[in-house]
C-alpha cells in the first residue's frame, strides 16, 4: 500500500513578515503570501492530486482555497496537521521559539506541546491516509513542524538534527508513504 505525497508549506502570512511565531493561532496571509499560494495552485495543477488535505489552521486553509478555488481536488482540513503548539510563546517573535526548538523535542513548550507530539499526530496521520486512499496521490499544505515530522518519520532523520538545523525551504517535497 503506498501514497504519493506531496508537502508544501503555507503561504506567507503577515506575523512570517514580522517575525512572530504564530503557532496554534489563526494567522493570516499576506499580499505576497496571496500570490504565493496562487503559484502554489499553478505548480501543482498537472501533478493529477486526488486529494489536498490541510492543516485547518486559517492559514493553511486560505492557502489551499487560494491555490485550489472551487475545491477541485477537494480539500479536507485535519487538525493533526496543525503547527507546535508553542504554548504561552504562540504569538511571540520567531527568533525567541527558534532559540528554544530543541528543548521541546520531548517536553513541551509550557501551556503547549513537543515536537514529539507533532512528530505522533503525524504518524497517526499518515498511517489513516495509506489506510483509506492506498494507490492515491495528495498534496499536504501544513507548517514548519509537519515538515520536520515527515522527513523524520519518511526519511529517518534525526529530529534534533532537523529542529536544530532546519533544512532550508523549496517549493514541495516528494515522498512515498
Given at each position: 500500500?503506498?501514497v504519493?505525497?506531496?508537502?508544501?508549506?503555507?503561504?506567507t502570512?503577515?506575523?512570517n513578515?514580522?517575525?512572530?511565531?504564530?503557532?496554534?493561532?489563526?494567522?493570516?496571509?499576506?499580499?505576497?503570501?496571496?500570490?504565493?499560494?496562487?503559484?502554489?495552485?499553478?505548480?501543482?495543477?498537472e501533478?493529477?492530486?486526488?486529494t489536498v488535505?490541510?492543516?485547518?489552521?486559517?492559514?493553511?486553509?486560505?492557502?489551499?482555497?487560494?491555490?485550489?478555488?472551487?475545491?477541485?481536488p477537494?480539500?479536507r482540513?485535519?487538525v493533526?496537521?496543525?503547527?507546535?503548539?508553542?504554548?504561552?510563546?504562540?504569538?511571540?517573535?520567531?527568533?525567541?521559539?527558534?532559540?528554544?526548538r530543541?528543548?521541546?523535542?520531548?517536553?513541551p513548550?509550557?501551556?503547549?506541546q513537543?515536537?514529539?507530539?507533532?512528530?505522533?499526530?503525524?504518524?497517526?496521520?499518515?498511517?489513516?491516509?495509506?489506510?483509506?486512499l492506498?494507490?492515491?496521490?495528495?498534496?499536504?499544505?501544513?507548517?514548519?513542524?509537519?515538515?520536520?515530522?515527515?522527513?523524520?518519520?519518511l526519511?529517518?532523520?534525526a529530529?534534533?538534527a532537523?529542529?536544530?538545523?532546519?533544512?532550508?525551504?523549496?517549493?514541495?517535497?516528494?515522498?512515498?508513504?
Amino acid at each position: 500500500m503506498t501514497v504519493r505525497l506531496v508537502y508544501e508549506t503555507h503561504a506567507t502570512t503577515t506575523d512570517n513578515e514580522d517575525g512572530i511565531a504564530t503557532g496554534w493561532l489563526p494567522g493570516r496571509l499576506s499580499d505576497l503570501g496571496r500570490r504565493q499560494a496562487l503559484e502554489l495552485g499553478e505548480r501543482r495543477r498537472e501533478d493529477r492530486l486526488d486529494t489536498v488535505f490541510v492543516s485547518d489552521l486559517h492559514r493553511a486553509v486560505e492557502t489551499a482555497r487560494l491555490a485550489f478555488p472551487g475545491g477541485v481536488p477537494p480539500i479536507r482540513q485535519d487538525v493533526r496537521l496543525r503547527e507546535c503548539d508553542y504554548g504561552v510563546l504562540n504569538g511571540r517573535s520567531a527568533a525567541l521559539v527558534a532559540a528554544r526548538r530543541t528543548r521541546h523535542i520531548d517536553d513541551p513548550f509550557p501551556g503547549g506541546q513537543s515536537y514529539r507530539q507533532v512528530v505522533a499526530a503525524t504518524s497517526a496521520f499518515l498511517r489513516d491516509l495509506v489506510a483509506e486512499l492506498d494507490g492515491a496521490s495528495v498534496l499536504v499544505i501544513a507548517h514548519s513542524a509537519n515538515r520536520w515530522a515527515l522527513e523524520h518519520l519518511l526519511t529517518g532523520k534525526a529530529l534534533p538534527a532537523l529542529l536544530a538545523d532546519p533544512p532550508p525551504w523549496q517549493p514541495g517535497w516528494h515522498y512515498t508513504v
